[in-house]
């Protein structure tokens, strides 16, 4: 600790919760006789929208591990416990604490993952009287000024163009100037459901035990945190580098094999499937995407994995990664309050708890509260896509995808959601919204057979809610969506129905959006 009688420091670098990597750019010409570290753990990051007991875990448990290493390193960190008593509890009042303490001369941050928190330093180094030097994030392939280049004078920003240019600019996947394999893109292979056999006997993914750290952390979380989304039970995400780096290896063999084949497929009681979960490690910075990449690609060369799979999991780690990040950025802050279709309704209360006969839903929300995670086309083609037929507005649904998802950090959930499967933004990330009757979760699941409700039903006891609220979402929205050459054949099914129809998909719509909402739990 210092003390003031101690040397002024001359630089203090703050570390995010997300900015766990010593190779950050902020760390660049760290002096260890002259500079010191700040790590803080803050009630208002917690608390700012409850928060998933195991998110909680994951970034207090990662950021003392990340001290450790500091330390090991012979830098000087100034970690602040969250419950220590001095704690100021925010971004503004500890940094403001700490630089009156150190008599720092200078802050220095990499680029935050949020807008919020770049603001909140930026006050923090005003009311001090002391410079902020923001650094580029090298975690990513792309910088922000990068993107912005690349974003102007384009009228649209389609992924897959980025993608391309991605894949040119770092040389992935690219022989002689042209797609390994001839091809940019496997998406059409990405689509196989299990079929009636379902997926079989699937391998649960590596996990890790907690250690001290992480037991510590577990009993301060039950403790401060009992009445927030979730158990602290099962914890077993990784928390260092070396975690991060063997889930890697253990995906790699595992199930990259199969995650191009089944990349949109659900299955009941089967969370994870082939995917990688090295979205928590990726974010937190304690895993470089170039290494993931990397490790696709060699498995890829070795021949034990094939092509649609390496290159799905490139796309979506060098594609779209990089561009939400890009958007979030270049968009930020008027992105946040897009509502393109004036989407007003609350999130209804079986979003937190599973509670409701909708299978597909149950399952989805179960294993999110089991695991702070469900897999990508649960997010897109279930939660998200229930919420956006209903009208839930679009910044309450990532509110609540920052509550209970363990990976989500404002730069890569807002684009995702209020962007992608909420259409908020109305089609900067999506050219069209990501829409669908209860026949596409049929298709890709195995949840319609044991649901009380029926896929190919809009209207009656048995209708599915999906099936109702997609063909009236349609015709609350055909105006809109009539001139989008991506929606024509939606719209024309929908044209084709009778105005007796429409009269009674459109009333049993307003009844399900009145049930579906009566409660909510904020
Ligand atoms: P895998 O399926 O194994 O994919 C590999 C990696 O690719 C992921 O770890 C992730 O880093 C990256 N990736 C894949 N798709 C995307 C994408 N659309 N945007 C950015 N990265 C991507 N991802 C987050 O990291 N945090 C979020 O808060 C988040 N919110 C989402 C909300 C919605 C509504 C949707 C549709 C997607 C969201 N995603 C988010 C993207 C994606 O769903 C998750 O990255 C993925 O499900 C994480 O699981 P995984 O690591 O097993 O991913
Ligand atoms: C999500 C989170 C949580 C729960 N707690 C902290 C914390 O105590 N200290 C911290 O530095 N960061 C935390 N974070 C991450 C932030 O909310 C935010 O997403 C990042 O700072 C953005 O870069
Ligand atoms: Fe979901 Fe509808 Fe299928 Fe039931 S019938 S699982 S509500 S899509």
Not at 225 to 236: I, N, V
Not at 414 to 419: C, Q, T
Not at 449 to 471: E, H, N, Q, V
Request: with cysteine.
């Amino acid at each position: 600790m210092a003390s003031p009688a101690a040397e002024p420091v001359r630089n203090l670098v703050v570390v995010l919760g997300d900015q766990l990597d010593a190779g950050a750019a902020a760390f660049d010409r760290f002096d260890r006789e002259r500079d010191a570290v700040l790590m803080m753990e803050l009630a208002e990051e917690a608390s700012y929208v409850p928060q998933h007991k195991q998110r909680l875990v994951l970034f207090f448990s990662a950021m003392r591990h990340f001290r450790a290493a500091l330390r090991k390193r012979r830098r000087r960190v100034h970690y602040v416990t969250l419950d220590d008593a001095d704690n100021r509890g925010s971004f503004r009042e500890e940094v403001v604490r700490w630089v009156e303490r150190t008599r720092a001369a200078r802050l220095i941050v990499t680029e935050p993952g949020e807008h919020r928190v770049r603001e909140a330093l930026r006050a923090a180094a005003g009311q001090c009287g002391v410079p902020l030097d923001i650094r580029t994030d090298r975690h990513f392939y792309t910088d922000t000024a990068q993107f912005e280049d690349y974003a102007r004078g384009r009228r649209e920003l389609l992924l897959e163009n980025f993608y391309r240019a991605m894949r040119r600019r770092h040389d992935v996947l690219m022989k002689g100037g042209k797609p390994l394999g001839g091809r940019w893109n496997f998406d059409a292979e990405n689509r196989s459901a299990f079929g009636k056999a379902g997926p079989g006997e699937v391998r649960a993914p590596r996990r890790f035990r907690p250690d001290r750290t992480t037991r510590d952390v577990m009993a301060m979380v039950e403790r401060e945190f009992a009445d927030s989304p979730g158990s602290t039970r099962g914890f077993g995400l990784p928390v260092t580098r070396a975690h991060a780096q063997s889930l890697l290896a253990d995906f790699v063999e595992h199930r990259l094999p199969r995650f191009g084949d089944h990349q949109d497929a659900m299955a009941a009681g089967e969370p994870f499937l082939y995917h990688s979960l090295l979205s928590t490690s990726l974010n937190l910075h304690l895993l470089d995407p170039r290494a993931a990449v990397q490790a696709a690609v060699e498995a890829g060369e070795a021949g034990a994995a094939p092509p649609n799979a390496v290159e799905g999991f490139v796309r979506q780690v060098l594609g779209w990664r990089e561009y939400v990040r890009g958007v979030y950025w270049s968009k930020m802050p008027d992105y946040a309050a897009l509502n393109a279709l004036d989407a007003q309704l609350p999130m209804p209360a079986f979003m937190w708890s599973g509670e409701t006969d909708m299978r597909c839903v149950s399952e989805s929300v179960g294993q999110l509260v089991a695991h702070a995670y469900t897999h990508h086309i649960q997010r897109l083609m279930v939660l998200g896509l229930l919420a956006m037929l209903l009208g839930v507005n679009p910044y309450e649904v990532h509110r609540w995808h920052l509550s209970l998802y363990a990976d989500a950090i404002d730069w890569v959930s807002l684009p995702n959601v209020l962007g992608m499967s909420q259409y908020g933004d109305g089609g900067i990330v999506g050219t069209k919204p990501y829409c669908a009757s209860g026949n596409y979760i049929n298709r890709m699941s195995d949840y319609c057979a044991g649901c009380r409700f029926d896929p190919g039903k809009s209207t009656g006891d048995d209708a599915c809610p999906f099936t109702t609220l997609y063909w009236d979402f349609l015709r609350r929205h055909r105006k809109r969506f009539a001139g989008n050459p991506r929606m024509g054949f939606q719209v024309r099914n929908l044209e084709r129905k009778s105005r007796t129809e429409l009269a009674s998909i459109r009333k049993a719509a307003d009844e399900l959006r009145d049930s579906l909402t009566a409660e909510t739990y904020l």
